[in-house]
């Protein structure tokens, strides 16, 4: 999502209907306050041997208070201990679409590079997109333009990781139902072309509804891999699940959840989301969907 000042539970409503969007429940006016008094805070928790994979819109690296703080993004990318990151909004939108981050700091302090998409000298990815690793290479590397009424994309990444290979999906989709089902349908499109691997779709898919009325519904039916998603925004009082992940293998993903702590709370309007990836999926390994959520 765009430029957003956070805004109080009774101001929701109004918040989406200025966005396009169909207007939200009063309702999650008052889940917002209720989760905002119980919701304790979470900080990155390892487990041995898993992956940790990560979704995070950086709204352009100004945070709620309306401040520029690249610094504050780069705390809280090394709060999650991620392995692997898609971001949304590293870049400026207009202009010259140059990176936001300051990626010697993000190095610095994850150990996370930038996998190469940037068509543009200075940038970070493609139209905002961009993904960083933390160990192996880029084995393959495809960017979408996708379709609707406001500039769009996607990037497909093969990466090959010590485990194995596994195709990264990020996207950050239309505010318009009906751009996001394009969307997801050439998205759908483009991995047809390609032969089947272990993969991930992830991003501020700006989709928050579940089954017949969401727009991801082709996506939902193609992967068939998908938990709830938690809330992730806005950051100070999360009521709506537009980051989402969608993966192809049983047990490839677990542990999804939203990344809520203070300092995320604050660095963007986002909150990052988080999950566990599987090496043994990876490696061809089987494990029943579900398994290793109990690791």
Request: charged share 25%; net charge positive; glycine share 10%.
């Amino acid at each position: 999502m765009t430029d957003t000042p956070e805004r109080t539970a009774r101001g929701m409503n109004g918040l989406i209907a200025r966005r396009g969007r169909e207007a939200v429940s009063p309702a999650l006016g008052v889940l917002a306050l209720l989760r905002a008094r119980s919701r304790p805070a979470m900080t990155a928790r390892r487990v041995s041997g898993a992956l940790t994979i990560v979704s995070y819109n950086v709204h352009k690296c100004v945070g709620v208070d309306k401040r520029f703080d690249p610094a504050r993004i780069a705390e809280v990318i090394a709060e999650t201990g991620a392995d692997i990151v898609a971001l949304q909004e590293a870049d400026r939108r207009l202009g010259r679409r140059v990176g936001l981050l300051d990626m010697a700091t993000v190095e610095r302090r994850t150990g996370l590079r930038l996998v190469p998409l940037s068509t543009t000298p200075g940038g970070h990815g493609w139209h905002g997109n961009a993904l960083l690793v933390r160990v192996g290479q880029p084995a393959g590397v495809r960017r979408l333009t996708l379709p609707g009424g406001e500039p769009r994309g996607a990037v497909i990444a093969d990466l090959e990781l010590p485990a194995g290979r596994i195709r990264v999906v990020a996207a950050h989709l239309g505010l318009l139902k009906r751009h996001r089902e394009r969307q997801a349908a050439a998205i759908l499109a483009a991995l047809a072309e390609d032969p089947e691997v272990p993969t991930v779709v992830l991003g501020d898919l700006n989709e928050w509804r579940p089954g017949q009325r969401s727009s991801l519904g082709a996506l939902e039916r193609s992967f068939g891999h998908a938990r709830a998603s938690p809330p992730t925004f806005p950051s100070r009082l999360p009521v709506l699940a537009l980051d989402r992940m969608f993966w192809n293998r049983p047990g490839l993903v677990a542990a999804v959840e939203a990344h809520d702590t203070p300092l995320a709370r604050l660095a963007s309007d986002h909150l990052p989301l988080r999950a566990r990836l599987d090496p043994a999926i990876l490696a061809g390994g089987a494990a029943l969907d579900g398994a290793s959520e109990a690791a």
